[in-house]
């Protein structure tokens, strides 16, 4: 059975930064594709940033490029989101998933992922 821990959301101003980390478990975590997408009020869901299963390619979505930073951890199951300059607009649920490439979790196609999370909210004050 597969089981997906996301930690690290909160409330926070804007220009102010937030580490959001997952553990991923009941799958051979080093074979997939890992990242996060979220939905914010009123939006449709999107892709914010994924990592391969070597790390060899890592893609962000435009919005958040240059401030924040994706990460995994093999050996630890683990991948992390920095995310820093924070604005009102990456106010959101965010979920950790995943899927057999980057792809999927940019496209955050729910029917071609492995697995996701329950989410962990992130809002940001202006």
């Known amino acids: 059975q597969v089981k997906v821990a996301e930690s690290g959301g909160g409330l926070v101003q804007a220009g102010g930064s937030v580490r959001l980390s997952c553990t991923i478990f009941?799958?051979?975590?080093?074979?997939?594709?890992v990242g996060w997408f979220r939905q914010g009020p009123g939006k449709e869901r999107e892709g914010v940033a994924c990592i391969e299963s070597d790390g060899s390619f890592i893609e962000y979505t435009d919005s958040v490029k240059g401030r924040f930073t994706i990460s995994r951890d093999n050996a630890k199951n683990t991948l992390s989101l920095q995310m820093d300059s924070l604005k009102p607009e990456d106010t959101a649920q965010y979920y950790c998933a995943a899927g057999p490439i980057c792809t999927t979790i940019a496209a955050a196609d729910t029917d071609r992922l492995d697995a996701w999370g329950q989410g962990t909210l992130v809002t940001v004050s202006s």
């Open positions: 009941g799958l051979l975590f080093d074979d997939y594709a």
